[in-house]
């Protein structure tokens, strides 16, 4: 029961995308089953994010905070960052990277992908990539409670407003929105690039062609803001005592 | 400490609009892109379905779109056998205690929300008194039907250990038909005349339809009655279910 309905849960958003799209056939230039790539790549990378860095998800990591159960982990004699990976791990989490693989098959049965050998090798390099540029989202999110002790609701416009954001082609959003997700947080290379060089579709922003083998150096890069950020905020931990 | 908690409280809500701000006007940039040079669709234009959009964000907070849990946590919590003692009825009892946290969300979350949202986009206003009224009756209609579903999911309660998980699946479904996430006259006819056979429309969609001015005449007293008819229906259906799960949850008391 529960692995069903968070599935059916995140899932609802993008459905309602395929009813409104079955009305207006494209949306920027994209059909459905291009867009369904988009959604089912980023879905299938979060759900999978979720379950490997979900010690560091803000929701559960507050009350970790809150209840002074943090101080147990500092006290362990293993690594950190170590424990925390994989400390909130919950099977229902699957259901996400399940509904992710079926809007991915969708996208693949309405728009067949021209495959290549090098497509191939660079779909789980792109996966990972996500993975790692989501979680390091996460990082810096749970690095905030160490001052604020509370969830900040406004993380979540960058992980879960993220992947929705994420599920559309970038260039039908206004140029100021563009240029955040691109040089404030470089979600632009993360998944739309990727997308067209897999779908084969032309850049309209203009950048470099190799700009689609971009999202190894963008995760790396924001992983290592978030770890460095999660050390320095660590430095201002204070116990709550209780 | 009193002043620390009511900053906390606020900085909630100013994150919780911030929120709001994003997907809202995340939708609206999709709808733009989705009309292109459409000027209208289904009989709904750009401007009104901007409008739709940002009105749908604002009663969030108001119906409580996203769902509640409040009711569930006492049965599990045993908080539940105080509020049986109490000498009114228990739907009654949750009704008012939930109308007024919805009343203050109305102003607090809701016209604040619209305020900001007016930066970036126009927001048109109902056209004339009359207009105004059947908004206001419709989404009183739509938070009575709203708080009955709301109470018949947490009364899952009564029966299974996971009704957390009941309810994450059901607040999703009325969601995706209540027309929130999308204007339920842009998805395909086949798929609104179906969500018409669910309480879920009653709720977001036919209040915002007649905010933004889709429906008149006739078709506006039809929806009107078909919401009547939807908030008596579930208040009935939750009398029933009410009934049938305190005499369980007495027995397994006991």
């Avoid at chain 1, 929105?177 to 922003?205: E, H, I, M, S, W």
């Amino acid at each position: 029961m529960d692995l069903f309905s968070t599935g059916l849960m995140s899932g609802i958003g993008f459905l309602a995308v395929v009813l409104v799209m079955l009305r207006f056939e494209s949306i920027g230039g994209w059909t459905l089953g291009e867009v369904a790539f988009l959604a089912g790549m980023i879905e299938m990378s979060f759900g999978l994010m979720d379950m490997v860095f979900g010690g560091f998800d803000p929701d559960w990591f507050s009350g970790v905070v809150q209840s002074g159960r943090f101080d147990q982990f500092l006290l362990r004699p293993v690594n950190l960052a170590t424990q925390l990976l994989g400390a909130n791990f919950l099977l229902r989490r699957l259901g996400r990277v399940l509904e992710g693989i079926v809007f991915f098959g969708l996208s693949l049965w309405l728009t067949p992908v021209s495959w290549s050998v090098a497509k191939l090798l660079y779909l789980p390099v792109v996966v990972l990539s996500q993975v790692v540029a989501m979680g390091s989202l996460f990082m810096v999110g749970s690095g905030l409670i160490f001052w604020t002790v509370q969830r900040i609701e406004a993380v979540n416009i960058l992980t879960y407003g993220g992947v929705e954001l994420m599920s559309y082609p970038v260039h039908i959003y206004p140029r100021w929105l563009q240029r955040f997700f691109t040089f404030g947080v470089p979600f632009v290379f993360l998944n739309y690039y990727p997308a067209l060089y897999f779908l084969d579709k032309p850049d309209v922003l203009g950048f470099p062609v190799f700009a689609p083998f971009w999202a190894p150096l963008a995760a790396a890069g924001m992983l290592l803001m978030a770890i460095w950020f999660w050390r320095f905020a660590l430095r201002h931990y204070q116990s709550t005592g209780s | 400490m009193g002043l620390r908690q009511q900053m906390a409280y606020r900085l909630a809500m100013w994150a919780g609009l911030a929120t709001n701000l994003f997907f809202g006007l995340l939708r609206v940039i999709v709808l733009i892109a989705l009309y292109q040079a459409q000027l209208s669709v289904n009989g709904m234009s750009l401007q009104q379905a901007i409008t739709y959009s940002a009105v749908a964000q604002s009663v969030i907070a108001f119906l409580t779109v996203f769902g509640s849990s409040d009711l569930m946590r006492t049965v599990y919590s045993g908080a539940i056998a105080t509020d049986l003692v109490r000498p009114v009825g228990f739907y009654g009892y949750w009704l008012a205690r939930d109308f007024g946290g919805s009343l203050v969300n109305l102003v607090g979350r809701g016209l604040v929300f619209l305020l900001l949202f007016r930066l970036f986009y126009a927001v048109d206003l109902p056209n004339d008194v009359i207009a105004w009224l059947c908004f206001g009756v419709s989404l009183a209609l739509g938070w009575w039907v709203s708080f009955s579903w709301r109470f018949l999911v947490n009364l899952a309660s009564f029966w299974t250990p996971d009704a957390l998980g009941v309810g994450r699946a059901l607040f999703g479904i009325s969601q995706l038909f209540s027309g929130f996430i999308m204007p339920l006259r842009l998805m395909p006819d086949w798929f609104r005349q179906w969500s018409e056979f669910t309480p879920f429309p009653s709720m977001v969609n036919t209040p915002i339809e007649i905010y933004v001015g889709l429906l008149s005449g006739a078709e506006l007293w039809r929806a009107l009655l078909w919401q009547a008819g939807w908030a008596l229906a579930l208040f009935g259906v939750a009398q029933l279910v009410y009934a049938a799960g305190i005499r369980r949850l007495v027995l397994q008391g006991g």
